[in-house]
C-alpha cells in the first residue's frame, strides 16, 4: 500500500517536470547501472557474504571484493582489503574518531565540519579530548599553516572535510596532508561531498584515514559507505561494534585484522552491489569529465544569479575552488519560504536550513537560518540550471511570491 501511494505520487505529471537540486543530501537519478546491478543481485544471488560455502555465498563475496576493488582505484589505494565498509560516512567517522582518540589527546579540526565530524568529537571532548578548531573565512577557506600553532605535545589527529557541504568550498587538503605528516600527526578526511566528485589519491595527498558515504556522488543508494585505513593504523583503532565477523568463528574475540575487526554482522550486500556498479560507471566516465560537467553548472547558476538584486551567494564566484554545491538566500525570504516556494510552484528540489553543519554557518554568517542550498548533480543540465535562474528571479520580482501568500 505505502509503495502504490508513493507510485501515485511521483508517476504524475510533476516527475517529468522535476529538477532535483539536492545531491548533496543523496544523488538522484541514479545510473542504470546501480539499478541493474541491484536487481541481478537480489534475482540471482541474495546470500550473505563469507557466511556460508555454497556457490551463491561465493558469489556474494565476489560482489563485495569486487566493489572495493572498484574503490580502491577510484581512491589510489593499493591494497582493497584496506576499505571497511560501513552504512555511511558518519559510521565511518565514528570510527575513525571514537577508536583512534582518547582522554588526554588532543585533536584538531576546521570551522566548516559537518555534524558527523563535530558530535564525535564534542562527545570525546566532554570525556577528556583537547580540540582546537581552526577559525575558516567568510567564504569557507583554510589557511594550512594557521594549523601548526595549534599543534601540541599531545595532538594526535587532524580531522578535516575535503569540501564544505554548505559553500562547497574545497579545503586544502594535500596541504594539510603535508603538515600532519611531517609532525607525526593522523590524518582523517571527510569526504562525503567530494568522493566521486573530485579527484583523490590518498597517496598524493598524504590522507591515513579517508571517510566516504555511498549516496551522493558514488552513485550507490543508501546504507553504504566506508572507510579507508592506512596499513598499520588498524592496530590503534578500536572497532566501535564488534560481532560475527563470518572469520575466525572458532574465537569470541574480535579479528584483530582488516577489513574483519571493522565488519562486524552482514554486510550491506545489495546496497555493495548497487555502490559497486556506481563506482565503476563514475571510472567508465572518468572522474575529471564529471568534474568538468559539474562545474560547467556551478558556474552557469553562479553567472546568472550573482548580479540580481535581492539573492546574496556564498563560497567562492569561481567555480574551480567548489564543489557543485551553492548555498544562497533570498532577502526578506527565508530559506524555508524559499524552497517551499520552489518546490510547489516550479518543482525545484533544494535544501533549506542548517544542513547539519551549523560552525559551518556561524562561519559564514548565516547562523541561526541558514541558508537554501542548490546542489548539482551529473545528470542536470544546463536548460535546468536557467529553469531555476528564472524562478529565482521571479520570486525576487513578485511574480512568483507563491510561498509569502500561500
Known sequence: MIYETAQKTISDDALMKTIYFDNAATSWPKPEDTLVAM???????????????????????????????????????????????????????????????????????????????????????????????????????????????????????????????????ILPVADVGKIAREHGLIFCVDAAQTAGAIPIDVDEMLIDLLAFTGHKSLFGPQGTGGLYIRNGLEKVIAPVMTGGTGSKSEFEEQPDFMPDKYESGTLNTIGLAGLGAGVRYILSQGIDAIRASEEVLTTAFLR?????????????????????????????????????????????????????APSAHKTIGTFPAGTNRFSFGYFNTVDQVQSAIEAIHQLISGKGSYARNH
Do not use: W
Open 39 to 169: 536487481n541481478l543481485y537480489s534475482q540471482s544471488i541474495g546470500a550473505s557474504p563469507g557466511r556460508s560455502g555454497h556457490r551463491l555465498s561465493i558469489e556474494a563475496g565476489r560482489v563485495v571484493f569486487e566493489t572495493r576493488d572498484a574503490l580502491a582505484q577510484l581512491f589510489g589505494i593499493h591494497d582493497p582489503l584496506r576499505i571497511v565498509f560501513t552504512k555511511n560516512a558518519t559510521e565511518a567517522l565514528n570510527i575513525a574518531i571514537s577508536g583512534l582518540l582518547k582522554p588526554g589527546d588532543h585533536a584538531i579540526t576546521s570551522s566548516m565540519e559537518h555534524n558527523s565530524v563535530m558530535r564525535p568529537l564534542r562527545s570525546l571532548e566532554d570525556k577528556g579530548l583537547e580540540l582546537s578548531i581552526i577559525p575558516c573565512s567568510g567564504q569557507g577557506d583554510l589557511n594550512p599553516d594557521d594549523i601548526v600553532p595549534h599543534i601540541q605535545k599531545n595532538t594526535r589527529a587532524v580531522i578535516l572535510t575535503h569540501a564544505s557541504n554548505v559553500t562547497g568550498t
Open 304 to 356: 546568472g544569479v550573482q548580479s540580481m538584486d535581492g539573492v546574496i551567494l556564498y563560497g567562492h564566484r569561481n567555480a574551480s575552488r567548489r564543489i557543485a554545491v551553492v548555498s544562497f538566500n533570498i532577502r526578506d525570504m527565508s530559506p524555508s519560504e524559499v524552497a517551499l516556494a520552489l518546490d510547489e510552484r516550479y518543482h525545484i528540489m533544494s535544501r533549506p536550513g542548517l544542513h547539519c
